[in-house]
């Protein structure tokens, strides 16, 4: 059986894990805490939904689907709840998802946004309104851990508290990783899944790498009737698409909310996790305005990286008997099952998309 080391216990080097068990001896190596808040899937929630301009991304999210199903069953945990979303904002905006939604066979209503503003009390809507049901949220603590713990129970060593240094070639067309505490590990092949670390260990180790831009996002959490029964949101703000959207979503910690993408560049080793007071006081401004069903006065903040591509592509291929999950570009989470399931096609030898490739961008 070959031997595989992933680098990375986020969601998506526990989610290649647990793929890559069926075929292989895997280790994986996490340099926090099971659950730690240094990275960019921990918290209670992410918005899944397949609507997206995109084609391509709708067809990503339509396969993913069924595979958080798998994993429910996998590891007896509801996972994925379809409370439904609902977009709204300029008609060039709203359209084009509409669109690719209808194209694709996807169920989507346009509604009139006073007929929006009824069925969800909670929220205000802008000038053109489309509710899609195949969304909602992932409980995205309870995901990453599910993903190992049934990554576990087949067989791999999962690891925290392991800092991996370099990973450089080796004879035999092996790989070598080396910690920071000098343990040495000789794989067939290794996955790096280390987020808003690549810009430096995956630069370091495969050409390649598109510009990476880490920056540190500020979501808000705030108190609500319900949260649960929510649908999930997006509004976005501006014809362009220049312009930040804000998004939404019912957790089990209340009604969180944000802009996409806004915050500031950073170095995920060296940054200062404190809340950016204007940035909070900014997602409380567009509360009171849209998101009348929330309590505003008890808004909590909380810091996540995103890791994003000069396109908002993600980064997925191998050189060599190394390969990369990267730049996940703030909507990544949705998709990790396939993803974990690309890692393993990947190490594997066999071809993911293109678009995706090292050296595409
Ligand atoms: C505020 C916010 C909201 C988001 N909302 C959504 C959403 O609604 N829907 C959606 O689909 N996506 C969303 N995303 C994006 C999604 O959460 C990310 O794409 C996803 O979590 C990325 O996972 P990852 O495994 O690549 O990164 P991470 O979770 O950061 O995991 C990388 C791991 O690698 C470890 N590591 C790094 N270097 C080393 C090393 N040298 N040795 C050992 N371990 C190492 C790190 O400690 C970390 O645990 C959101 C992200 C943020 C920040």
Request: charged share 20%.
């Amino acid at each position: 059986m070959r031997n595989v080391v992933v680098v990375g216990g986020g969601v998506m080097g526990s989610a290649a894990a647990r793929t890559l068990s069926r075929h292989a001896q895997v280790t994986l190596l996490e340099q926090f805490e099971p659950g730690h808040d240094r990275g960019s899937s921990h918290g209670s929630s992410r918005i899944f939904r397949l609507a997206y301009p995109d084609p391509f991304y709708v067809d990503l999210a339509a396969q993913a689907l069924p595979l958080w199903r798998e994993l429910e069953q996998e590891s007896g945990q509801e996972l994925l709840d379809l409370v439904g979303a609902v977009d709204h904002g300029p008609r060039e905006r709203v359209e084009p998802i509409e669109a690719a939604l209808r194209a694709a066979g996807r169920p989507c209503e346009v509604l009139h946004p006073p007929a929006a503003a009824e069925r969800w009390p909670g929220l205000r809507f802008d000038e053109h309104v489309l509710f899609h049901p195949e969304a909602g949220r992932v409980h995205a603590d309870r995901a990453t851990a599910a993903f190992q713990q049934v990554a576990a129970k087949s067989g791999v060593d999962v690891r925290h508290g392991v800092r991996v240094a370099s990973v450089t070639p080796a004879r035999h067309d092996r790989v070598e990783v080396v910690t920071d505490t000098g343990e040495v590990f000789v794989a067939d092949a290794v996955v790096l899944a280390v987020g808003g670390w690549a810009a430096d260990l995956v630069a370091r180790t495969v050409p390649g790498l598109p510009t990476l831009r880490v920056t540190q996002e500020q979501p808000v959490h705030f108190p609500a009737a319900d949260p649960l029964s929510w649908p999930s949101f997006l509004h976005y703000q501006g014809a362009t698409g220049s312009e930040p959207g804000a998004y939404g979503l019912g957790s089990v910690d209340g009604v969180k909310m944000g802009f996409h993408g806004v915050g500031p560049q950073v170095d995920p080793d060296h940054r200062d996790r404190t809340v950016d007071q204007a940035a909070l006081a900014q997602v409380v401004a567009y509360a009171e305005e849209w998101v009348p069903g929330v309590d505003t006065t008890r808004a909590v903040a909380s810091t996540c990286l995103y890791t994003l591509t000069p396109d908002h592509d993600f980064v997925l291929d191998r050189h060599g008997a190394i390969t990369v999950l990267a730049g996940f570009s703030g909507h990544g989470f949705k998709f990790a099952p396939l993803i974990g399931g690309l890692a393993a096609d990947l190490v594997a030898g066999r071809r993911v998309p293109q678009r995706f490739a090292l050296g595409a961008r």
